[in-house]
């Protein structure tokens, strides 16, 4: 092995890090909460919604699920200022992962309010429930259970892929690794240190969503996946 | 007046005629079943009473509504009608109590309190005070189209509609789901089933109706019915039931 390995440089500025992983986990949580709002309100338009409705909600899916997010990213950093919304780097960062995963969860989403048997949308219909109601008491819960595993899935990748939001110098754990790569020339080190950050980092969000999922979900259910196998009975 | 009037009532899948010009009426307090074979119309023309199938011509009238298109009337007329299915359809992820409370809370607006104290009566009518706070999978069939009935009672309807609610039953939670109905019908419920349960009907039935090729072909004081009936395809259709 010809590479001598020294993570003092970098270890002195673990600081630094920590800084950075607390914007990510920042981001990421409002992501995740606001994006599944989104994703709610567009699966509920999009399997409920009038014919204009319905196509706007595709456009919106298909353009986000087809273009890159570092892409979406710099449409709204460098996009809005032109229309006179100013936003800092953060804020633009949430906004663009928040539109992101918006369009993935409504897809998601969708999918689970389609598995609901007919019969259950008619036990509502028949008790004198409008469809607003139905949507919200009978169909959501089981619609989120069902799909509960690829949502979170689909939660995980937009703290992953929030590391391309330093480019609009938005602090966050990768752009405060690659500060410290550029301080220390110890660029092996920076991201052997990161690495393991980020898989805490992936965990402490499952952690957390199989917390939510009991909450939630009280009629418990095994939810393969979460945790890559069949826990939570 | 009659709680439920069908007016000479058309419905249509496509190139398909499943009501052909249905009239009747069901009074206050009045057992109506409907017999017929399967495709015979009786399970659709339950489910045009309260809108859950549009009708194409004919008119409805249900508890003093008079069933139109208009989504906010179609609301008001179903808190008046109990629709009992087939398959239970209580909602996996609610409690027993829950499934109750669900409707009278978020339809009718009712204070928690208060709907709880109807969900603890409704529960005690069917029988199932003990199960008030299971989920539907920890209940057996007959138990889960108890609480179904008592789902619908809940709203407090003028009618309630069964529409061949112990088909999916074996014989032994059929009768405990016909018990619970019969007693719906002697404390002067007003009843429509659609049902393949021949003694019942005979037994419990005011009126029983018998359809076929989506027309009301006979129908009668149900004892008459069943024991006297007038048209060849009514006769056939028991003496089938019978084997």
Known sequence: MTHEFDFDAVLASFDRLLQGALLTVELSAAAIVLGLAVGVLGAFAKTSGG?????????????????????????????????????????????????????????????????????????????????????????????????????????????????????????????????????????????????????????????VFLLVSRAIFRRRRRLQGVFGFGGAR | MPVVALENVTKSFGALTVLDGVSLAVEPGQVVAVIGRSGSGKSTMLRCINGLEQIQSGRIEVAGHVLENNKTALRELRQDVGMVFQSYNLFPHLTVEENITLAPRVVKKEPLAEAKATARNVLEQVGLSEKIDAYPEQLSGGQQQRVAIARSLAMHPKVMLFDEVTSALDPELTEEVLRVMEGLAKAGMTMMLVTHEMGFARRVAHVTVFMHKGKVWESGPSERIFSDPQTPELRQFLASGLK
């Not at chain 1, 969860?105 to 007919?118: F, Y």
């Open chain 1, 51 to 207: 014919v204009t409705v319905r196509a706007l909600v595709s456009a919106y899916v298909e353009i986000i699920r087809n273009t890159p997010f570092l892409v979406q990213l710099y449409l709204i950093f460098f996009g809005l200022p032109a229309l006179g919304v100013k936003l800092g780097a953060n804020e633009a960062a949430l906004l663009a992962m928040t539109v992101n995963l918006g369009a993935y969860a409504t897809e998601i989403l969708r999918a689970g309010v389609e598995a609901i048997p007919k019969t259950q949308i008619e036990a509502g219909t028949a008790l004198g429930l409008s469809p607003l109601q139905i949507f919200r008491y009978v169909i959501l819960v089981p619609a989120l259970e069902t799909v509960y595993p690829a949502l979170t899935s689909q939660f995980t990748l937009i703290m992953l892929a929030s590391s391309v939001v330093g480019t609009i110098s938005a602090n966050e754990l990768s752009s405060m690794a690659s500060l410290i790569d550029s301080e220390t020339f110890r660029s092996f080190e920076t991201y052997l240190v990161v690495t393991p950050i980020y898989i805490a980092l992936a965990f402490m969000f499952r952690g």
